[in-house]
């Protein structure tokens, strides 16, 4: 059968040819439908990731670890439980039985491979706390993730929503999909702070931080109070570093600022499943669009060199 196959730390996924996979005891064949490739992915490819050990010693393997697919009897499944050098990026894998769930009917594969990321906006809520009326600043607002963040805040009846992001194009953009107001964090540290001030209003209830680094260590000393007063506090998920992966935290931002931090698995074993359910039942209501681009797994390699996607998830299909 055919896989895209990486052969190297850093490489280009290849179309080639691999063995065909055997199921053993309790296991199950799935013919792959769909694989949303995902910055995650991308990080273990490269090394990055704290996970990348695994995939990085069993080179060449085939990227992504989990997708959408049928099974032999043409049940669609969500899929995972594959281990290096093994992966989803093939026309085929063999997973455990206890690792595939039923897609719900009327999801198709390409829109379902993308639901972690709505799902992962989800940890507002979970992580966070979140309730409605209070204000989100989503601070990584014009990537994929982010812009699913700005819609699952609006219908989880955000009573304000702050979006950052470095182009002005896509912040309008984010506008478009019910930010009240967006942060372009393409300027200089102390024009940072004071827009991170500015745009505050009563205050940030909810930070969904997919950027890390930068930004959000100025958002920290954006934070702090300029008096001796008792600031309104502040949760901030952790979800992603795509602004870097460290931060310097003074200790005046955690004591009189009112910031608590929370990581985005937080709550996640006994939230996530109602956090599933709710954002399947929106987008099969309509009310939560994916953005998706679906290219061939046999253009792999052009496809994981794409970048034009603007706010829309890789997903590879068949073919």
């Known amino acids: 059968m055919k ?3 990486v052969d190297r730390t850093g490489g280009i996924p290849d179309y080639r040819d691999v063995p065909d996979p055997r199921a053993g005891d309790g296991d199950v ?4 439908a769909a694989v949303a490739v995902e910055n995650v992915d991308r990080a273990i490819v490269a090394g990055t990731h704290y996970t990348a050990a ?33 992966g989803a990026l093939a026309e085929q894998v063999v997973v455990p039985a206890t690792h595939t769930v039923p897609i719900p009917d009327g999801i198709a594969p ?23 009326g209070e204000t989100v600043l989503i601070q990584g ?27 002005q194009a896509a912040l309008e953009e984010v506008a478009a999909l019910g930010a009240d107001a967006v942060v372009n964090t393409a300027v200089s540290d102390e024009h940072l702070i004071d827009a991170f001030r500015e745009n505050a209003g009563d205050g940030y209830d909810v930070v969904v931080d997919y950027l890390w680094g930068r930004p959000t260590e100025l958002l920290t000393r954006a934070l702090v109070p300029e008096s001796f007063t008792l600031a309104k506090p502040t949760r901030l998920v952790q979800i992603g570093e795509s602004a870097g992966p460290a931060i ?8 009189t600022s009112g910031l608590e931090i929370y990581g985005g698995g937080r709550n996640a074993a006994t939230a996530m499943a109602a956090a599933y359910e709710q954002v399947v039942e929106w987008v099969r209501d309509g009310a939560l669009t994916i953005p998706i681009a679906t290219m061939p ?23």
């Open 3 to 5: 896989a895209a196959v």
């Open 29 to 32: 064949l799935v013919t792959v």
């Open 54 to 86: 695994a995939f990085q010693a069993a080179l060449p393997a085939v990227p992504c670890f989990d997708g959408i697919g049928h099974l032999p009897d043409g049940t669609t499944v969500g899929f995972g439980g594959l281990k290096p050098p093994h």
């Open 110 to 132: 390409p829109t379902a491979a993308g639901l972690s990321s709505a799902i992962t906006a989800m940890c507002m809520r979970t992580a966070g706390g979140f309730t409605a």
């Open 141 to 167: 607002a014009t990537g994929v993730s982010g812009r699913l963040a700005v819609q699952v805040a609006r219908l989880l009846g955000a009573g304000r929503i702050v979006a950052t992001g470095r182009d």
């Open 248 to 255: 310097r935290l003074t200790g005046d931002a955690l004591r």
């Open 297 to 319: 797994l046999s253009r792999i390699s052009e496809a994981w060199s794409r970048t034009d996607l603007r706010g829309r998830r890789l997903v590879i299909v068949p073919g």
